[in-house]
């Protein structure tokens, strides 16, 4: 079956749009990586000369100084750079809680089951306990 030539007819007169986009297209920069409000997590794109990327977000970034000032800045970046650290010690603290409590919980359990053996209380006494 041949291809049809409406499918290349409409695909292309979309495609000068795309161009009108490109700007000047600047390429990573070694100083930004002195940049001290860079430096702890810039990285060049190792596949991209176009592109940084920012090791701490895993995002990347197009390789212009505002763009990435801007990353910075964001808030999504501050909180990573931040809170990275403090966030894995709360997951572990959550993890740590549920075991807690659910060792509790059996502890509790086997206490109950310790008692009512050592004091020989037998189903029967709560069964009337519940009755009445
Ligand atoms: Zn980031």
């Known amino acids: 079956m041949p291809n049809s030539s409406d499918d290349s007819d409409q695909s292309g007169p979309s495609t000068p749009k795309k161009a009108k986009k490109i700007h000047y297209k600047q390429k990573f920069t070694d100083e930004w990586l002195k940049d001290n409000s860079f430096k702890t997590w810039l990285k060049r794109d ?10 701490m977000c895993d995002a990347k970034l197009i390789a212009d100084r505002v763009v990435i000032k801007r990353h910075g800045e964001g808030a999504k970046h501050v909180k990573r750079t931040t809170a990275a650290p403090a966030q894995s010690s709360i997951a572990t603290a959550f993890e740590k809680v549920e075991q807690f409590d659910d060792d509790k919980c059996k502890a509790s359990e086997i ?3 310790a008692f009512m053996e050592e004091h ?10 519940y009755v009445s």
Request: hydrophobic share 40%.
């Open 46 to 55: 190792s596949k991209d000369p176009y592109r940084a990327v920012c090791f």
């Open 111 to 113: 206490k109950l089951a």
């Open 120 to 129: 020989k209380i037998s189903m029967r006494v709560m069964d009337n306990h």
